[in-house]
Each structure stands twice: as C-alpha cells, then as structure tokens.
C-alpha cells in the first residue's frame, strides 16, 4: 500500500533530515540539543546521531527510488549524508568527532560502517579520497577501545568487516573471536545471551542479530567455518523475527521490557531488516508486517512531546520521558529508531508494499485463524 510507503518516507526524512542537514553545513555541534543524565554526553552524541542515523536510511539511500518525488528527496538526503560524513571525520571540521576516547566511540562508528555495508555504492564510492581515507583512519582509531564482554564484540568485528569491504586491511580475529563467542551464548529458539547471561530486552534486535548476520554475511566466504556459522545464524534469525512479529499488540503496542527503551520503535531493527531482506518466515506475509510495523511508527512518533519544537528527539518510549532514559542515553542515541525503516530499501513494487494482512496478534484477539507457534532447535 503506497499510502504507507509515503507515511514511511516522510516520517523517516522528519528524523533524519535535521541531523543531516546540520552536520552537512558543519554546525550540527553547534545546533543539536543534548538531552541526558550525564554532563559527559557531548564528547559521544553527535556520532551516536550520524552513525544511528545512517544505519537506519542506508537502504533507501542505496536501492531507493532514483524518479519522482521520492527520488528526489532520497537525491537529497543521500548528498547531505556523504558531506554529512566528510564533517564527522575531517580533523580540521567544527563537527570532527570523537572515534577514540571512552568506550562509546565503538558503539557508533560500528553503526557507522554497518551503514557503509549497506549503501557502499551511496556512502563510500562516491566520496572523494581524501574522505575516503579520513573515514577509514576514524574506523581504526576505535581499535585502541576494548569492547565489553557482551554485545560490543560485534561492533569490533562490525568495523573490521566494513574496511574489508572498503578494500582497506582488516583483523580477522577480531571477527572470529565475535563470532565464536555468540555461537557459545546462543540460548535456544533464536535467541542469543547479551554475554554469558540471557537478558529480557531488545538487544538481539538492536544489536546482536542484525550485526551478526550481516558481518557474516559480508565475510563469511573467508573460512569455510564461518561459512558454517552464518547458516546457523540465518535460521535463528528468522525464527527471532517470528517472534518480534507476534510481540506487535493489536494496536501496535509492544510490552516496554529491558534497557534503551528510549530507541522506541528501532526494537524492531530486527523485523525490518528480515522484510528487507525478503526472508521472513514463510508463515509471515510481508504486508502484515509492514502493517504491524506501521502501527507501531504511528503509535509512537505522533505521541506529543516525541520531537522538540525544533524537529530533534526527545527523550522517552512513548513522547517526552526523561526518567526513562539510562545514563549512556543522550539525544543522539536516540536515532537507532530510523532502525525500524530499512525496508524502504526494498522497490514500491515489492511484495512488502502490496495489500493488506493483519498481523498475528490482531488475528488472535479479533478471534480469527492463526498459526500455532513453534520453537526452533539449534
């Protein structure tokens, strides 16, 4: 239903567009409010803003439409994220970012290159050479960061994995130990432990499951090993969307469990990116999902007091809620919500965008036939 694709693209722009606008002009430091618990959030949010924010837009940017009104918006918003880029990693720019001091730095510049993985032919090969290479050392100088024992060892490997693809050197142990590690934290039925311990949050979806299977996806062909490790993955990954699936209220609420609530609807980065990938379970309709995932955008976007007066995040799961906001949480981390648009990397006239199915949830309280759920083994 185009009605929805139009819905998705204005939505996404009204986020995006303030942070890549700005940033595109140098001043993004200077107009950005930082919202947050800690006086130290300056020194880390203006990355959180660019990396989130190109994670969640990369598609579109690389396989949206290049005619129409559409196109040319995604014209626009695909040069403001190129120059956008040249003033986050140009020692000399006002807007020269943090890739190095504390450990945050290698949260967002793992968004970052997760972004290049998805639009190389919009974010990296167009860029000048000196860009190039500015964008390159920023992603290396990350290496100096030791990444917790958890979900962070995929934003090593996620770095490592975006400068192979930049025909750059890159640390093939830093990916094998991501890796290995989560094979050994896999919990069961498509879920993996954040560490050593199983979580109640939305972290296989706003980390571990989309990185895993994109960095392996990006150099599995590596190891024959790794080759191994990415068909385990790729199923768990569709049974995890199953389940993000069935967790859409029948309207378009979802139950408000574990930390960074405050990304609001980017809890479903995962969903999106297997509709993206057009390898959703096959008891799943595409069009239930974008529905769903509809309901959700719509649920909380247009609660009031979700944007300031100026146009950027605030705080909160549904509107303004500072309280709920965990110290490392400032008003750039909150861009991890454009997460939830990567399936306008698929054409208008994919099946996603076609006809009309309700989810699960609104077929089993409206008292209508729906599948039986099933766990995976392995």
């Known amino acids: 239903m185009n ?33 947050g618990k800690l006086d130290d959030r300056s020194e880390y949010t203006y990355l959180e803003a660019l990396g989130r924010t190109l994670a969640g837009i990369s598609p ?11 196109g040319e918006i995604r014209d626009l918003l695909a040069e403001l994220a190129r120059n956008a880029i040249d003033a986050a990693t140009d020692p000399g720019s006002p807007d020269f970012m943090n890739f190095e001091k504390g450990g945050q730095p290698l949260v967002d510049a793992a968004f970052l290159a997760n972004a290049i993985l998805r639009a190389p032919a919009q974010l990296f090969e167009p860029l000048e050479p000196r860009v190039k290479e500015n964008l390159m050392n920023a992603l290396r100088a990350t290496r100096s960061i030791r990444p917790v024992f958890s979900n962070w060892l995929l934003f090593s490997a996620m770095i490592e994995a975006a400068l192979s693809r930049m025909g750059a050197q890159w640390d093939k142990m830093r990916v094998d130990y991501a890796i290995r590690q989560h094979e050994q934290w896999y919990a069961g039925d498509g879920a993996y432990g954040d560490g050593p311990d199983f979580h109640w949050d939305y972290y296989n979806s706003f980390v571990i499951q989309p990185m895993l299977v994109e960095v392996l996806d990006a150099v599995s062909g590596t190891f024959a090993d790794w080759s191994e490790l990415r068909v385990k993955a790729q199923k768990r990954a569709v049974r995890y969307a199953a389940v993000q699936e069935r967790l859409i209220s029948p309207e378009g609420a979802y139950p408000p469990i574990g930390r960074s609530l405050a990304y609001r609807f980017g809890a479903f980065q995962h969903l999106s990116l297997m509709a993206l990938r057009e390898q959703l379970p096959e008891d799943i309709a595409p069009s239930q999902v974008r529905r769903a995932l509809t309901a959700v955008i719509q649920r909380q976007i247009e609660m009031p007091g979700t944007l300031d007066h100026e146009g950027w995040l605030r705080i909160g799961f549904a509107g303004s809620q500072p309280d709920i906001g965990e110290a490392y949480i400032s008003t750039g981390s909150l861009y991890l919500c454009t997460t939830v648009f990567l399936p306008l990397g698929l054409s208008p ?27 995976i083994s392995g």
């Open 349 to 375: 006239d994919a099946e996603f965008w076609q006809g009309e199915a309700e989810w699960t949830a609104r077929k089993a309280w409206s008292g209508a036939a729906f599948p039986i759920d099933k766990a």
């Open 60 to 70: 579109w940017l690389e396989h949206g439409p290049r005619t129409g009104k559409e």
């Open 3 to 35: 009605n929805d694709r139009t819905y998705w693209v204005d939505t996404m722009v009204r986020i995006a567009y303030p942070v890549l606008h700005c940033l595109s002009e140098r001043r993004l430091r200077a107009s950005m409010p930082v919202e």
